[in-house]
């Protein structure tokens, strides 16, 4: 048990990211946008602005954002809705709106060497269930979900 405890203290968010991070461009559409997450079958992604620097971040809840303004008769409405057992979003009707008008801008980030235990206080703490893993020019080279942290530590607990 102490070794499980020594290993999780080792390691770092490379050791646990998925390194192949799907983007948005902050000009797509939100149309654009909810095509490639259910291509992808995430419910998020980094939006990279025309220099490739991570300028935000659109999740499912920014859709379901969208849908509320809908409802307060504020604008045309889209809708993802989760209603797929494993948590996938269908398309019921979605905006032509750009992203950048529903992205959350508010980016929480972290670095590749950055101890795993430290990002996990990250998440607790922020409430967050992602986090854009980025270069020195604030690039995105990964992406930590809880879901890689549930799966680490079960890897972990198992060797």
């Known amino acids: 048990m102490i070794a499980s405890f020594e290993r999780l203290n080792s390691l770092r968010v490379s050791d646990a990211m998925t390194p192949h991070v799907v983007t948005l461009t ?12 259910c291509e992808h079958r995430i419910t998020g992604a ?16 920014d859709f379901i954002h969208c849908k509320a303004e809908e409802l307060d008769g504020n604008n045309v409405g889209h809708v993802l809705s989760a209603t797929h057992p494993y948590g996938l979003y269908r398309i019921d ?3 032509h709106d750009l992203v950048r008008r529903h992205m959350t801008p508010a980016v929480q980030t972290i670095g590749k060497d950055t101890s795993l235990l430290q990002a996990a206080r990250c998440m607790c703490c922020e409430h967050i269930h992602r986090l854009v893993v980025i270069d020195g020019q604030a690039r995105p080279i990964g992406i930590l979900t809880s879901l890689d942290l549930v799966a680490t530590l079960i890897a972990v607990v198992e060797e």
């Open 26 to 37: 902050a000009n797509s559409t939100m149309s654009e946008a909810a095509d490639l997450l």
């Open 93 to 95: 009707e979605v905006r």
């Open 46 to 61: 980094p939006v990279v602005d025309e220099h490739g620097e991570c300028v935000g971040v659109l999740s499912g809840t």
